[in-house]
């Protein structure tokens, strides 16, 4: 299994540009999580989803949007980029019934807003 | 609103020192609390749980109601322990997690 893997690894945008970022598990986990993760601070949830439909905000939504079409995928979108979303972003996974707490993350995804 | 807060940003330790990460939240509920770990160019994984009451590579945590704390310790600090450790409180449905803004630690030979 390649578990949470994510793209790109790296990427400039210019700003109001727009990006999606990849997120896939193959673990047929059904909850799914983004984070970023500004320098010095810690990890920031910006959208989760329960299930493929089903997606809800955390607590730093404003400025981007998700999907669940399917259980392995939960692609990330910014639709105009801005400086202050300059950060790495992180996906992660687990399932339902699992131990609490227990999430299972990308590599990240490092974005820089010029 | 929930929070949690890891009042140090970088521990340095000489090897088989003792080393003690602080973390204290705020919740109004029944807090679930972890430790999450990052070596370097690896990927964020999950150390220890409180519910567990388990020793993970030496390190144990134990959570304190009355001081609303989770201080991870090790008696003994070995090179391989240097990394990047998080402090995480699980809240509400769906296995969310909020995280501290972490602790860096350096131990030296």
């Known amino acids: 299994n390649a578990g949470v893997t994510q793209t790109p690894k790296f990427r400039i945008l210019k700003i109001g540009q727009s990006m999606t970022l990849q997120c896939a598990q193959d673990m047929n986990h059904n909850y799914m999580y983004w984070y970023r993760q500004d320098p010095g601070m810690g990890l920031k949830l910006i959208y989760y989803s329960v299930g493929a439909g089903i997606t809800d905000k955390g607590e730093v939504p404003n400025g981007y949007n998700v999907s669940r079409s399917t259980t392995e995928y939960f692609p990330l979108r910014l639709e105009l980029a801005a400086p202050s979303q300059t950060s790495v972003y992180f996906c992660a996974s687990s399932y339902k019934g699992q131990a609490p707490g227990t999430q299972y993350f990308g590599p990240g995804t490092r974005l820089l807003v010029l | 609103a929930q929070r949690v807060t890891q009042p140090e940003k970088l521990l340095s330790v000489f090897k088989g020192a003792p080393v003690e990460l602080k973390c204290n939240y705020s919740y109004s509920g029944s807090p679930e609390l972890f430790w999450y770990v990052q070596y370097s160019r690896q990927r964020l994984q999950l150390l220890l749980r409180?519910?567990s009451r388990e020793s993970i590579k030496g390190f144990t945590a134990d959570l304190n109601k009355g001081e609303t704390s989770f201080h991870l310790k090790k008696p003994f600090a070995q090179e391989e322990d240097s990394a990047m450790y998080y402090c995480?409180?699980?809240?509400?449905?769906?296995?969310?997690?909020?995280f501290g803004g972490g602790t860096r630690v350096l131990v030296k030979p």
């Open positions: 409180h519910i």
């Open positions: 995480a409180l699980s809240i509400g449905a769906g296995n969310k997690l909020t």
